[in-house]
């Protein structure tokens, strides 16, 4: 039984009812329906006239739901860019919550606004602009095509930031921001042309173990006298294994290290001589040999990302491209998709981009791994494939409840299927043969209240429904409340009878 009282539960169910009009919704923002406004402002998407009153909101927990709200558009959040309050601001900058599938990115003018904020804007906040920064840099809501315009940006700030971007950048690039007329730009270009510099990375490299030694074994360019150090330790060579700046002679005893991680890693370069890829092809270990076979030479560095978001990571993958800031040409995708290996076909599958022939052929896959990947990540996805993907792999459900293409109706035949999660979805459908009466008494608490909110059940129903404690929250979420009884609600509430 819920600890919240009776009308807690109403106004939150009240808050969360797709029928709801604004005038309905516009009394919830009152401080005394304070108990619901996470439901309202972070949980549903608005109409336009409640955004407005939610952006201008004086209260801090209003505007902060609004800016982790994931249904409301991009540019709706973004206009919190300039809020008073760096918490708001932050809450804009992490992303909406909770984190499902890929980020869409903010509009360009908001991206620059909070990449170039000084603590100066905003005096006596609680988180500075760094920090702030920090947040928006790892929410995957920058676009990678903001990541390139940044390097020839007519802000000098940004173009300071792109040299962050160093090892993917272009050599005319580098020359670029090195050459640039703003001082602080070519200096911050200077500092990050060291990343290519095998003696700085030697002068850097820190002797323990830690995560930025990591980070420079794996990124940087690599001196010689680095690479024979860690193979006489045993040290780091799985880094240097991945690493596309490790010398070529490196690479090649890499090739012969009694790690099958190793070997595995070297399998997968773009770089590889012919003749070395020949002999991992043979390797004694299964991992390595299939790594090494699942592409033949030419192959990018791109390509190898790709693959790497996918083989021995399939259950994770969802919207690996575009994340990338080089991405694989379409066309590799393309070939992937025809292919006969399974893992360069769930390659395939997480492109967006795919026509809808290629789409068709992968729906349609022996492998229910690629099945999956293509439910995850493509918006022409088959509804039964989604519903599969959503039966079939658990993990995945709270982002595919967030797709349209998952089936919603027609669901009658998983009303009693073993797995509350998809008794659950079933009995929300509002095209059942009959009312889910009977699920109200389902053992789990989950596919009871799915049920209490199915527009079906009958009013007399739903308004008893109301007074039990359980289940009151998603009955006065049900869409057949009529607008007369969601005010109702909200008298007994407590709540003004006007919005505030």
Not at 186 to 191: F, N, P, T, V
Not at 452 to 473: H, I, Q, R, Y
């Amino acid at each position: 039984m819920s600890s919240s009282s009776l009308p807690e539960l109403w106004l939150r169910g009240v808050a969360a009812n797709p029928a709801a009009p604004s005038e309905v919704l516009l009394r919830l923002l009152a401080p005394q329906a304070r108990a619901a406004w996470t439901v309202l402002c972070g949980e549903r998407a608005l109409p336009p006239e409640v955004v407005e009153a939610v952006l201008a909101h004086p209260e801090r927990p209003v505007r902060r739901a609004f800016a982790r709200n994931r249904h409301a558009a991009p540019a709706q959040r973004g206009r919190l860019a300039d809020d008073p309050d760096s918490l708001v601001r932050a809450d804009l900058a992490a992303g909406p919550r909770p984190r499902l599938g890929v980020a869409e990115p903010l509009p360009d003018d908001v991206l620059e606004a909070l990449l170039t904020a000084r603590d100066d804007d905003w005096p006596e906040q609680r988180l500075t602009a760094d920090e702030i920064k920090q947040e928006l840099a790892s929410s995957g809501q920058i676009p990678q095509s903001f990541r390139r315009a940044m390097v020839q940006h007519p802000n000098p700030e940004l173009r300071a930031q792109a040299t962050s971007l160093w090892l993917w950048l272009t050599p005319a690039q580098h020359e670029t921001l090195l050459a640039d007329p703003a001082p602080a730009v070519s200096e911050a270009a200077r500092k990050s042309s060291r990343n290519l510099d095998p003696a700085a990375m030697e002068a850097d490299l820190p002797e323990r173990d830690c995560h930025y030694r990591a980070l420079l074994l794996v990124n940087y360019a690599v001196s010689q006298a680095v690479a024979e150090r860690c193979l006489a330790q045993g040290r780091g060579l799985w880094a240097l294994a991945a690493n596309r700046h490790t010398p070529g002679n490196v690479v090649a005893r890499l090739a012969r290290d009694p790690d099958p991680k190793v070997r595995e890693r070297v399998a997968a370069r773009a770089d590889l001589d012919p003749a070395l890829l020949a002999v991992l092809a043979e390797d004694t270990d299964e991992t390595v040999r299939t790594r090494a076979r699942l592409q033949p030479l030419p192959r990018t560095w791109p390509q190898r990302a790709a693959l790497d978001r996918v083989v021995g990571h399939t259950s994770e993958c969802v919207g690996p491209v575009g994340e990338m800031f080089l991405e694989p040409e379409t066309s590799w995708y393309e070939a992937c998709a025809v292919s006969e290996e399974p893992l360069l076909r769930r390659v395939a599958a997480t492109c967006a981009w795919l026509s809808g022939e290629l789409v068709r052929g992968l729906a349609s896959d022996l492998d229910p791994q690629v099945r999956h990947l293509l439910a995850l990540n493509h918006p022409l996805a088959p509804s039964a494939i989604v519903l599969d993907a959503f039966v079939s792999v658990p993990r995945h459900r709270p982002y595919l409840l967030t797709l349209t293409r998952l089936p919603r109706t027609g669901l009658g035949h998983l009303l009693d299927h073993a797995d509350a999660d998809v008794r659950a979805l079933a009995a929300a459908d509002s095209s059942l043969a009959e009312p889910p009466v009977r699920l109200l008494a389902d053992p789990e608490p989950g596919v009871r209240r799915a049920a209490a909110a199915n527009p079906l059940l009958p009013l007399a129903l739903v308004s008893s429904l109301l007074e039990d404690p359980e289940l009151a929250e998603a009955a006065a979420a049900n869409p057949s409340l009529p607008v007369a009884r969601l005010h109702e609600l909200l008298d007994r509430g407590g709540l003004p009878a006007t919005a505030p």
